[in-house]
């Protein structure tokens, strides 16, 4: 933006001048013709122009000045001009007298050099006074006068002897460029003032600024809205008049600042931060930001959410892994102790044992708990899939590919942690992209050649044997080694048949089924073997809790580990017991009442089918509705 300067002049030479050194300069110029008090006139127009400085000399630079804001430039005559306006005089009188507005430097030298009696006359504002000294000079026997286009017009009116001091072309210049450069910083300091007030009028915090005597000089849109105080009420006021236990004087005296503090401004609660600003190791004031604490809180939950939403937060801690036995509390203690520490975890364990919920208490209790945490199933997606997810791709980098871009987990973990289940299942190819980013803590994503800085904890879980497959080469060595650094195994819920009854109570209460665990049950439950863990004890109480009042305990046990078998095998695979009886094809009964010899033979057989109700029933070839009224009428 090009600046707008200006040049308030008495005499049209000046304004000629002014115009071809501004024409040289390559700088555009206003020239107006007034003297002293008719500049004000000027002045005003030229306020509304907006221009940014103006250049004048003498006596109506002095009264500019007084009346604008707008920074004036002198242009005034130097000792040289001086000089010469002098040495003219001299061929007219060895008296002069020189009416100039400002003292002239080394006038008494210049007045010994021309050999000439010059005597001053200045600090004049308005022409009558301009009148009065021309008088006194003329009572003081002056012939010549010497200096400003003004005096010297009023002098030749009173018939004397008038010579003009000239400006230099050299100081018009000099006048213009110090122009120039007044504008420029004035602009730059306004664009900064602009950005300064933006900033003030959209930050959500509210400001309060004080000076040195504690008086408010800033107090922002946001401050009014907190405080429900106005701005215009409180600037220019001492701050503890209008900030109730405000602490903004004690920073000031203490020169120490106090960050997140609470405090309550009528019924609102907020933190603030009161800092107090030193330079040159003075405290010149205090600034204070702050903000309601329900908007902190506001953004904690939207932020919680939209980890949540990514699944991108670990959702458990050690107090949710349920179990006394001396296997789980090991575990326990080990995967507690390993959380503290950076290493890559290995988690091995049957299915369901609990894996996934371990890496995510470990993740809880590590540093890196405010952090993301990322679970991936690696055997969930194929290989291709598996790799755009983990390390992210470029636009462009394969079809279908989003636009923009997508970053992978690994960088979305960054600052977390990772779990990375069923690891067992990589690719080779993977496991080689794996043992990189564990090697070089960085990533690259498909269809990139730039290297991404990532820091994450890495957590892997296996229910395969990870040492017979690297045995069997289906496994790479060196990442066997780089994962299995701190293991932690997760003990099978038959090695700790002491933890079932708890667990059952434990998901009953979660389903608020509002009951407690069939004593006969919890023992049945304790000698079955669980092949599928927590996670399958977990299914049947969700079906228990749902069926417990429609049916007895015991069938729903045996309806489940008939379907069980049904998938999976022979109670005898299952590990349950099964009566081995030599004269398994006979039973004795007593010879009574029909009904007493069923009743007698329905409790035999069932007690030879260990309580298996569905495997008794189709031995009798009846429905299991059936044996169930009969079992009724036995009991
Ligand atoms: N000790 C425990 N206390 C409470 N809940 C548990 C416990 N162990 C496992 N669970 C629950 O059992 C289910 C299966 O657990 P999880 O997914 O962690 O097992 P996993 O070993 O990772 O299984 P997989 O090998 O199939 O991935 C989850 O719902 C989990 O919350």
């Given at each position: 933006m090009r600046p707008k300067i200006a040049l308030i002049t008495p005499y049209s030479e000046l304004g000629m001048l002014a115009g071809e050194v501004a024409c040289e300069l390559n700088e555009s110029l206003v020239v107006k013709q007034a003297a002293l008090e008719e500049a004000i006139q000027v002045v005003r127009k030229l306020e509304e122009e907006n221009v940014d400085v103006i250049i004048s000399r003498g006596g109506t630079a002095a009264v500019i000045r007084k009346n604008t804001s707008i920074p004036v430039v002198l242009c005034e005559a130097n000792t040289f001009d001086v000089l010469l306006a002098l040495h003219q005089g001299k061929k007219f009188s060895n008296r002069v007298a020189l009416f100039v507005f400002n003292q002239v430097p080394g006038l008494d030298t210049i007045a010994e050099i021309l050999d000439l009696d010059v005597c001053q006359f200045c600090s004049y504002e308005d022409l009558h006074a301009i009148e009065q000294e021309i008088e006194r000079a003329m009572k003081a026997g002056f012939e010549v006068i010497v200096g400003s286009l003004v005096a010297v017009r009023m002098a030749r009116e009173r018939g004397l002897k008038a010579i003009p001091i000239y400006t230099s072309k050299e100081t018009v210049r000099e006048a213009i460029l110090k122009a120039r450069e007044i504008a420029m910083v004035r602009h730059k300091e306004a664009e900064r003032a602009k950005r300064m007030q933006a900033i003030l009028d959209f930050a959500y915090d509210g400001i309060i600024v004080t000076n040195e005597d504690d008086v408010i000089e800033v107090f922002n849109p946001a401050a009014e809205k907190i405080t429900g105080i106005r701005a215009a009420q409180v600037i220019g006021q001492k701050a503890e008049q209008w900030i109730p236990n405000t602490r903004l004087v004690a920073v000031k005296e203490n020169r120490r600042p106090e960050v997140g503090e609470l405090q309550e401004i009528g019924k609102t609660t907020i933190v603030t931060n009161r800092v107090p600003i030193i330079v040159k190791d003075k405290v010149v004031g205090v600034v204070a930001t702050f903000h309601e604490i329900s908007r902190i809180q506001n953004w904690e939950r939207k932020i919680r959410k939209a980890l949540y939403s990514k699944g991108l937060?670990?959702?458990?801690?050690?107090?949710?892994?349920?179990g006394n036995s001396q296997a789980i509390t090991t575990a326990k203690l080990q995967a507690r102790n390993y959380g503290f520490y950076d290493s890559t975890v290995l988690l091995v364990g049957e299915?369901?044992?609990g894996k996934e919920l371990f890496a995510h208490a470990i993740h809880s209790v590590?540093?890196?708990?405010?952090g993301p945490f990322v679970a991936v199933n690696c055997s969930a997606l194929p290989d291709g899939l598996l790799e755009s997810e983990l390390f992210g791709y470029e636009e462009?980098?394969?079809?279908?590919?989003?636009r923009g871009g997508k970053p992978g987990l690994f960088e979305l973990a960054h600052g977390g942690t990772i779990f990375l289940d069923e690891i067992s299942s990589i690719s080779l190819n993977m496991q080689a992209r794996l043992l990189r980013v564990i090697q070089e803590k960085e990533v690259m994503r498909l269809g990139s050649d730039k290297l991404i800085p990532v820091d994450v904890r890495i957590i892997v879980a296996t229910n395969k044997d990870l040492a017979a497959l690297v045995a069997r080469g289906k496994f790479r060595e060196d990442l066997y080694f780089r994962l299995n650094v701190l293991r932690v195994r997760i003990p099978p819920l038959r090695e700790r048949r002491e933890d079932i009854p708890l667990l059952a109570q434990y998901f009953l209460d979660q389903q608020n089924a509002g009951c407690n665990l069939d004593p006969v049950i919890a023992r049945k439950m304790q000698e079955?073997?669980?092949?599928?863990?927590v996670r399958e004890l977990k299914s049947f109480i969700s079906r228990y809790a749902i069926l417990v009042n429609e049916m007895p305990a015991e069938t729903i046990f045996e309806d489940f580990l008939h379907e069980t078998f049904r998938l999976m095998g022979s109670p005898e695979e299952m590990g349950l017991p099964v009566e081995k009886d030599p004269n398994q094809n006979t039973v004795t009964i007593k010879i009574g009442s029909l009904d007493k010899m069923e009743r007698e033979l329905i409790q035999k057989m069932l007690a030879r089918y260990d309580h298996n109700r569905s495997a008794l029933a189709k031995a009798l070839g009846i429905s299991r509705s059936t044996l169930w009224k009969k079992l009724k009428s036995v009991r």
């Open positions: 937060i670990a959702k458990h801690t050690f107090d949710d892994i349920i299915t369901g044992t590590s540093p890196r708990n405010n462009g980098a394969f079809t279908g590919a989003r079955y073997r669980w092949p599928g863990n």
